[in-house]
Structure formats: C-alpha cells, structure tokens
C-alpha cells in the first residue's frame, strides 16, 4: 500500500475540522459568560429584605414594611440596616440598630449598646458579668474601667480593661455621660474577646454627629437645624 503523506492530503481535508473547533471555541466561551453571569450577585429589593429580616426575626413583615416607610433615609441606608439586622439578628424597632448622620453628610450604620445586650443575652454560655473601676480619677472620672464576663463553660472569667483616656472623643455624647460610655465601650470590648463577636465600630466617632428621628422629615442643613438636633438627641440620654 502507497503510503501517503500529510504532505499529499489536499488542503480541504486538512481544513475539515476547522469549523467544528471554531463553533466548539464560541460554545465554551458562551458556556463561561453565561457561568460568569450566573455567579453575579444579585442585589436583593427592599422588599426581598423585608420578608428575610422579618422571617430571620420572626416577626411581622408588615410591622417592618410599616417602619420602613416611617423611616425617613436614603433606600441604601434602610438595605443595609436590613442587611445588619438579618446577619446579627437584631431588631431595628427596639433600637438594636442605630444609624447617625455625620457632618460629612454620609450615613453611619451602628449597632448600640441595646443591640450588644441583646447578643450577650443570646450566648447560652453567659453566666453573668460585673464592672469596676480606678479609685484613681482624673477631674471625677475613673482613668480605667473593667468588665468581667462570666461563662458557663470556663472557670475564670474573661476580663477587659478600657481606659477612658484612650476612648474619650470631642463627641457630646462623651463630654455629658463619659462614666456611661466608658462602661459602654468596656462592656463591648469584653463581649468582643468572651465571645468572638466581630462588628465594625462607628469610623468616625471623634466627630460631632446628628441623629435624625426614624419619623421625622429631613431638615435643611443648616448650623440652627444640627444644634437642634444635637441639643434634643443629648436631652433624650
């Protein structure tokens, strides 16, 4: 038998393939878009958010949906209270969640001390805790404070020391209840270390900050309309 070489193949033959690679090659690349596309995170709708926070609550969607229209921010604001909600189980209703305008006219999304008593409570383990403080001072306040954290599963418990000259801001918060909010902020920094609870602290605390009521309408900024809301949110403490 003659042998024949690549060589003497006519030059369609060795092309035969060439349409069925090209087409196999826009299938595989059609299959990874259309994979590609498929992994896209879809942004959930207000109301998807809704249902999943009040279902992760048990609570009434409708009792949510109410409060969202009640709640006078920004859409993206309310999603991502929701999105805090539904990931650390806290209800925005009973002030578990917290969100603060700064002066940079951003949104600040928090969770409060409601809400971090709310996950101490939940842990099975906890046994209880106590607080005490410096009997040294500086101007009336204690320069430390302590929380110790008591667990069920651990024979000493977990204690954290704060010093309220490492926390202290210019926020008014801090200048009219600075004994609260050291034992506050030591109480979080001890739940943090008993219980690995891991939530991003406010950024920007240092600077003076305006609260808007969940149902009142948006004033304009103006200097009269922050001292208002500041005065009012400093009276309600």
Same mark, same amino acid.
């Given at each position: 038998?003659?042998?024949?070489?690549?060589?003497?193949?006519?030059?369609?033959?060795?092309?035969?393939?060439?349409?069925?690679?090209?087409?196999?090659?826009?299938?595989?690349?059609?299959?990874?878009?259309?994979?590609?596309?498929?992994?896209?995170?879809?942004?959930?709708?207000?109301?998807?958010? +809704?249902?999943?926070? %009040?279902?992760?609550?048990?609570?009434?969607?409708?009792?949510?949906?109410? @409060?969202?229209?009640?709640?006078?921010?920004?859409?993206? +604001?309310?999603?991502?209270?929701? /999105?805090? #909600?539904? /990931?650390?189980?806290?209800?925005?209703?009973?002030?578990?969640?917290? !969100?603060?305008?700064? *002066?940079? =006219? =951003?949104?600040?999304?928090?969770?409060?001390?409601? =809400? !971090?008593? #709310? $996950?101490?409570?939940?842990?099975?383990?906890?046994?209880?805790?106590?607080?005490?403080?410096? &009997?040294?001072?500086?101007?009336?306040?204690?320069? @430390?404070?302590?929380?110790?954290?008591? /667990? %069920?599963?651990?024979?000493?418990?977990?204690?954290?020391?704060?010093?309220?000259?490492?926390?202290? &801001?210019?926020?008014?918060? @801090?200048?009219?209840?600075?004994? /609260? $909010? *050291?034992?506050?902020?030591? $109480?979080?920094?001890?739940?943090?270390?008993?219980?690995?609870?891991?939530?991003?602290?406010?950024?920007?605390?240092?600077?003076?900050?305006?609260?808007?009521?969940?149902?009142?309408?948006?004033?304009?900024?103006?200097?009269?309309?922050?001292?208002?809301?500041?005065?009012?949110?400093?009276?309600? *403490?």
């Amino acid at each position: 038998m003659k042998k024949v070489s690549i060589l003497d193949l006519p030059e369609d033959l060795l092309d035969d393939d060439q349409p069925h690679r090209s087409l196999q090659s826009q299938t595989d690349k059609s299959e990874h878009a259309m994979s590609k596309q498929s992994q896209s995170p879809i942004e959930p709708t207000l109301c998807t958010l +809704v249902t999943e926070v %009040a279902n992760t609550l048990e609570i009434s969607s409708q009792e949510i949906s109410h @409060w969202t229209k009640e709640t006078v921010v920004p859409q993206e +604001v309310l999603k991502l209270i929701l /999105r805090v #909600a539904q /990931r650390y189980q806290l209800n925005p209703l009973l002030g578990q969640i917290d !969100w603060e305008l700064n *002066l940079n =006219g =951003g949104y600040e999304v928090y969770i409060p001390i409601d =809400g !971090w008593i #709310a $996950m101490i409570h939940r842990e099975s383990s906890f046994k209880g805790l106590t607080f005490s403080q410096a &009997t040294e001072t500086d101007q009336g306040i204690p320069i @430390w404070m302590e929380c110790s954290i008591y /667990r %069920a599963d651990l024979i000493q418990p977990i204690t954290v020391r704060e010093y309220f000259a490492e926390l202290k &801001t210019e926020h008014p918060i @801090w200048i009219q209840k600075p004994r /609260r $909010m *050291l034992r506050h902020k030591t $109480m979080q920094q001890c739940a943090r270390l008993a219980f690995g609870i891991r939530i991003p602290e406010l950024q920007h605390f240092e600077q003076a900050k305006i609260k808007f009521s969940h149902t009142q309408k948006k004033p304009k900024e103006t200097t009269t309309n922050q001292k208002f809301l500041l005065k009012r949110k400093l009276t309600s *403490l």
